[in-house]
T-cell receptor, first 114, second 113 residues
Framework: NAGVTQTPKFQVLKTGQSMTLQCAQDMNHEYMSWYRQDPGMGLRLIHYSVGAGITDQGEVPNGYNVSRSTTEDFPLRLLSAAPSQTSVYFC?????????????FGSGTRLTVV | AQSVTQLGSHVSVSEGALVLLRCNYSSSVPPYLFWYVQYPNQGLQLLLKYTSAATLVKGINGFEAEFKKSETSFHLTKPSAHMSDAAEYFCAVTEGGNNRLAFGKGNQVVVIP
Protein backbone atom coordinates (compact mmCIF):
# COMPACT_ATOMS: atom_id res chain seq x y z
CA ASN A 1 0.00 0.00 0.00
CA ALA A 2 1.92 3.04 -1.28
CA GLY A 3 -0.42 5.72 0.16
CA VAL A 4 0.25 9.14 -1.38
CA THR A 5 3.16 9.31 -3.83
CA GLN A 6 4.70 12.58 -4.93
CA THR A 7 7.22 13.05 -7.71
CA PRO A 8 9.77 14.45 -8.08
CA LYS A 9 11.26 14.80 -4.58
CA PHE A 10 13.53 17.66 -5.61
CA GLN A 11 13.42 20.10 -8.51
CA VAL A 12 15.29 23.22 -9.56
CA LEU A 13 13.62 25.48 -12.11
CA LYS A 14 14.63 28.67 -13.82
CA THR A 15 12.31 31.66 -13.60
CA GLY A 16 9.65 31.41 -16.30
CA GLN A 17 9.85 27.66 -16.76
CA SER A 18 6.80 25.48 -16.33
CA MET A 19 6.49 22.12 -14.68
CA THR A 20 4.02 19.67 -13.18
CA LEU A 21 4.24 18.20 -9.71
CA GLN A 22 2.71 14.76 -9.65
CA CYS A 23 0.54 13.32 -6.89
CA ALA A 24 -1.03 9.87 -6.91
CA GLN A 25 -2.89 7.92 -4.25
CA ASP A 26 -3.98 4.30 -4.23
CA MET A 27 -6.49 4.45 -1.37
CA ASN A 28 -9.54 5.42 -3.46
CA HIS A 29 -9.71 8.72 -1.60
CA GLU A 30 -12.23 11.22 -2.96
CA TYR A 31 -10.60 14.31 -1.46
CA MET A 32 -7.16 15.53 -2.53
CA SER A 33 -5.35 18.77 -1.90
CA TRP A 34 -2.09 20.64 -2.41
CA TYR A 35 -0.31 22.66 0.26
CA ARG A 36 2.87 24.68 0.26
CA GLN A 37 5.03 24.90 3.35
CA ASP A 38 7.22 27.91 4.01
CA PRO A 39 9.26 28.66 7.16
CA GLY A 40 7.14 30.33 9.82
CA MET A 41 4.01 30.14 7.65
CA GLY A 42 2.78 26.63 8.34
CA LEU A 43 0.93 24.90 5.52
CA ARG A 44 -1.18 26.95 3.17
CA LEU A 45 -3.80 25.42 0.92
CA ILE A 46 -3.27 25.97 -2.81
CA HIS A 47 -6.03 23.94 -4.49
CA TYR A 48 -8.23 21.04 -3.55
CA SER A 49 -10.60 18.54 -5.13
CA VAL A 50 -13.60 16.71 -3.71
CA GLY A 51 -13.73 14.21 -6.56
CA ALA A 52 -12.84 13.57 -10.18
CA GLY A 53 -13.71 16.56 -12.33
CA ILE A 54 -14.20 18.92 -9.36
CA THR A 55 -11.54 21.36 -8.19
CA ASP A 56 -11.54 24.58 -6.21
CA GLN A 57 -9.12 27.24 -5.04
CA GLY A 58 -7.58 27.41 -1.63
CA GLU A 59 -5.81 30.21 0.18
CA VAL A 60 -2.91 30.80 -2.26
CA PRO A 61 -3.96 29.64 -5.76
CA ASN A 62 -2.25 32.29 -7.93
CA GLY A 63 0.35 30.88 -10.31
CA TYR A 64 -0.90 27.30 -9.99
CA ASN A 65 -3.35 25.18 -11.95
CA VAL A 66 -4.86 21.81 -11.16
CA SER A 67 -7.11 19.25 -12.76
CA ARG A 68 -8.60 15.97 -11.55
CA SER A 69 -9.38 13.61 -14.40
CA THR A 70 -9.16 10.44 -12.28
CA THR A 71 -9.71 9.61 -8.63
CA GLU A 72 -6.06 8.59 -8.24
CA ASP A 73 -4.19 11.58 -9.67
CA PHE A 74 -4.10 15.27 -8.80
CA PRO A 75 -1.23 17.07 -10.59
CA LEU A 76 -0.20 20.63 -9.74
CA ARG A 77 1.02 22.79 -12.61
CA LEU A 78 3.26 25.82 -12.35
CA LEU A 79 2.67 27.82 -15.51
CA SER A 80 5.58 30.27 -15.25
CA ALA A 81 7.74 29.66 -12.22
CA ALA A 82 8.76 32.59 -10.00
CA PRO A 83 11.27 32.71 -7.13
CA SER A 84 8.34 33.28 -4.75
CA GLN A 85 7.22 29.74 -5.55
CA THR A 86 10.33 28.29 -3.97
CA SER A 87 8.82 26.07 -1.30
CA VAL A 88 8.09 22.54 -0.17
CA TYR A 89 4.88 21.20 -1.68
CA PHE A 90 2.74 18.55 -0.06
CA CYS A 91 -0.11 16.59 -1.50
CA UNK A 92 -2.71 15.19 0.89
CA UNK A 93 -5.74 12.97 0.48
CA UNK A 94 -8.70 11.92 2.58
CA UNK A 95 -11.28 9.17 2.38
CA UNK A 96 -14.28 11.41 2.09
CA UNK A 97 -15.66 14.84 2.82
CA UNK A 98 -15.92 13.74 6.44
CA UNK A 99 -12.93 15.33 8.17
CA UNK A 100 -13.09 12.63 10.83
CA UNK A 101 -10.61 10.61 8.79
CA UNK A 102 -7.90 13.26 8.72
CA UNK A 103 -5.44 13.49 5.89
CA UNK A 104 -2.72 11.24 4.51
CA PHE A 105 0.28 13.22 3.30
CA GLY A 106 2.88 12.54 0.68
CA SER A 107 6.57 13.00 1.47
CA GLY A 108 6.77 16.33 -0.35
CA THR A 109 8.48 17.97 -3.32
CA ARG A 110 11.19 20.52 -2.58
CA LEU A 111 11.14 23.13 -5.35
CA THR A 112 13.72 25.84 -5.90
CA VAL A 113 13.17 28.55 -8.50
CA VAL A 114 16.28 30.50 -9.47
CA ALA B 1 -8.97 35.01 9.29
CA GLN B 2 -6.56 32.78 11.19
CA SER B 3 -8.44 29.69 12.37
CA VAL B 4 -5.60 28.18 14.37
CA THR B 5 -3.08 29.90 16.63
CA GLN B 6 0.10 28.23 17.82
CA LEU B 7 2.33 30.42 19.95
CA GLY B 8 6.10 30.15 20.06
CA SER B 9 7.59 28.94 16.80
CA HIS B 10 10.51 27.25 18.60
CA VAL B 11 10.09 25.29 21.81
CA SER B 12 13.03 23.88 23.76
CA VAL B 13 12.46 21.14 26.32
CA SER B 14 14.85 19.07 28.37
CA GLU B 15 14.88 15.33 27.92
CA GLY B 16 12.48 13.83 30.48
CA ALA B 17 10.56 17.08 30.99
CA LEU B 18 6.95 17.85 30.13
CA VAL B 19 6.17 18.77 26.54
CA LEU B 20 3.35 21.32 26.24
CA LEU B 21 2.34 22.80 22.91
CA ARG B 22 -0.56 25.24 22.86
CA CYS B 23 -3.24 25.45 20.20
CA ASN B 24 -6.22 27.78 20.14
CA TYR B 25 -8.82 27.78 17.42
CA SER B 26 -11.64 29.95 16.21
CA SER B 27 -14.71 28.22 14.85
CA SER B 28 -18.39 29.01 14.85
CA VAL B 29 -19.36 25.34 14.80
CA PRO B 30 -18.04 22.35 16.74
CA PRO B 31 -14.74 21.60 15.03
CA TYR B 32 -12.68 18.58 14.25
CA LEU B 33 -9.17 19.14 15.62
CA PHE B 34 -5.91 17.44 14.77
CA TRP B 35 -2.26 17.39 15.72
CA TYR B 36 0.29 16.39 13.11
CA VAL B 37 4.02 15.78 13.48
CA GLN B 38 6.67 16.31 10.82
CA TYR B 39 10.08 14.72 11.24
CA PRO B 40 12.99 16.19 9.26
CA ASN B 41 12.63 15.81 5.50
CA GLN B 42 9.39 13.87 5.82
CA GLY B 43 5.69 14.48 5.29
CA LEU B 44 3.17 15.03 8.05
CA GLN B 45 1.92 12.17 10.21
CA LEU B 46 -1.27 12.22 12.24
CA LEU B 47 -0.57 12.24 15.99
CA LEU B 48 -4.13 12.39 17.24
CA LYS B 49 -7.55 13.83 16.48
CA TYR B 50 -10.64 15.09 18.25
CA THR B 51 -13.95 14.40 16.54
CA SER B 52 -16.56 15.15 19.26
CA ALA B 53 -16.11 11.98 21.27
CA ALA B 54 -13.96 11.98 24.45
CA THR B 55 -12.44 15.37 25.23
CA LEU B 56 -9.12 13.81 26.29
CA VAL B 57 -7.58 12.23 23.23
CA LYS B 58 -4.62 9.86 23.31
CA GLY B 59 -2.35 9.57 20.32
CA ILE B 60 0.79 7.82 19.23
CA ASN B 61 4.20 8.03 20.94
CA GLY B 62 2.72 8.95 24.36
CA PHE B 63 1.13 12.22 23.28
CA GLU B 64 -2.31 13.35 24.33
CA ALA B 65 -4.46 16.45 23.91
CA GLU B 66 -7.47 17.84 25.70
CA PHE B 67 -10.32 19.65 23.97
CA LYS B 68 -11.65 22.55 26.05
CA LYS B 69 -14.59 24.22 24.40
CA SER B 70 -14.78 27.05 26.96
CA GLU B 71 -11.18 27.99 26.21
CA THR B 72 -11.32 27.11 22.47
CA SER B 73 -8.12 25.17 23.03
CA PHE B 74 -6.61 21.84 22.08
CA HIS B 75 -3.21 21.75 23.77
CA LEU B 76 -0.81 18.86 23.16
CA THR B 77 1.16 17.28 26.00
CA LYS B 78 3.61 14.49 26.70
CA PRO B 79 4.73 13.82 30.28
CA SER B 80 8.36 13.02 29.48
CA ALA B 81 10.20 14.23 26.39
CA HIS B 82 12.44 11.88 24.46
CA MET B 83 15.16 12.81 22.00
CA SER B 84 13.08 11.24 19.23
CA ASP B 85 10.33 13.83 19.85
CA ALA B 86 12.42 16.50 18.13
CA ALA B 87 10.22 17.51 15.19
CA GLU B 88 7.78 20.14 14.02
CA TYR B 89 4.22 19.92 15.33
CA PHE B 90 1.15 21.36 13.64
CA CYS B 91 -2.32 21.91 15.00
CA ALA B 92 -5.13 21.84 12.44
CA VAL B 93 -8.86 22.52 12.44
CA THR B 94 -11.62 21.91 9.95
CA GLU B 95 -12.66 25.10 8.22
CA GLY B 96 -15.68 25.89 6.12
CA GLY B 97 -17.13 23.18 3.96
CA ASN B 98 -15.58 20.59 1.68
CA ASN B 99 -13.30 19.05 4.27
CA ARG B 100 -10.73 21.78 4.31
CA LEU B 101 -8.10 21.70 7.04
CA ALA B 102 -6.49 24.92 8.23
CA PHE B 103 -3.07 24.55 9.85
CA GLY B 104 -1.32 26.59 12.47
CA LYS B 105 2.18 27.90 11.81
CA GLY B 106 3.79 25.06 13.70
CA ASN B 107 6.06 24.54 16.71
CA GLN B 108 9.63 23.39 16.15
CA VAL B 109 10.48 21.27 19.20
CA VAL B 110 14.11 20.89 20.24
CA VAL B 111 14.94 18.33 22.93
CA ILE B 112 17.97 19.15 25.05
CA PRO B 113 19.91 16.21 26.47
Amino acid sequence: NAGVTQTPKFQVLKTGQSMTLQCAQDMNHEYMSWYRQDPGMGLRLIHYSVGAGITDQGEVPNGYNVSRSTTEDFPLRLLSAAPSQTSVYFCASSYSANANYGYTFGSGTRLTVV
Amino acid sequence: AQSVTQLGSHVSVSEGALVLLRCNYSSSVPPYLFWYVQYPNQGLQLLLKYTSAATLVKGINGFEAEFKKSETSFHLTKPSAHMSDAAEYFCAVTEGGNNRLAFGKGNQVVVIP
